[in-house]
């Protein structure tokens, strides 16, 4: 079992930076891909991006690349979402999971979830 608690989220004006923190319970956390994926009112839960477990492959969305960064620090069991250029259309819940394969991730399945954190972005 892997728990997954987010946070960093808040209100940021457009053009802001703001950045999200994922910590993970678990020792094995480095043999994880790592992902990130919003979810706006009314709308269906999307991909924003992954980091496989060296750190050593992302991959994001069209919509954040060149604005969104992800990170891990394995001493810390941590993931971050580092988020620039920030636009009302960002506005969403947004949710750190966990899972073996990135595969399993970018196609938006991983077995793993957090609770999500708001994050706001005023125009």
């Known amino acids: 079992q892997v728990q997954l608690v987010e946070s960093g989220g808040g209100l940021v004006q457009a053009g802001g930076s703001l950045r999200l923190s994922c910590a993970a319970s678990?020792?094995?956390?480095?043999?994880?891909?790592m992902g990130w994926f919003r979810q706006a009112v009314g709308k269906e839960r999307e991909f924003v991006g992954a980091i496989n477990w060296s750190g050593g492959r992302t991959d994001y969305a069209d919509s954040v690349k060149g604005r969104f960064t992800i990170s891990r620090d394995g001493a810390k069991n941590t993931v971050y979402l580092q988020m620039k250029s920030l636009k009302p259309e960002d506005t969403a819940v947004y949710y750190c999971a966990a899972d073996r394969l990135l595969r399993t991730v970018v196609a938006g399945a991983p077995q793993y979830w957090g609770q999500g954190t708001q994050v706001t972005v005023s125009s």
């Open positions: 678990r020792r094995t956390f480095s043999s994880y891909v």
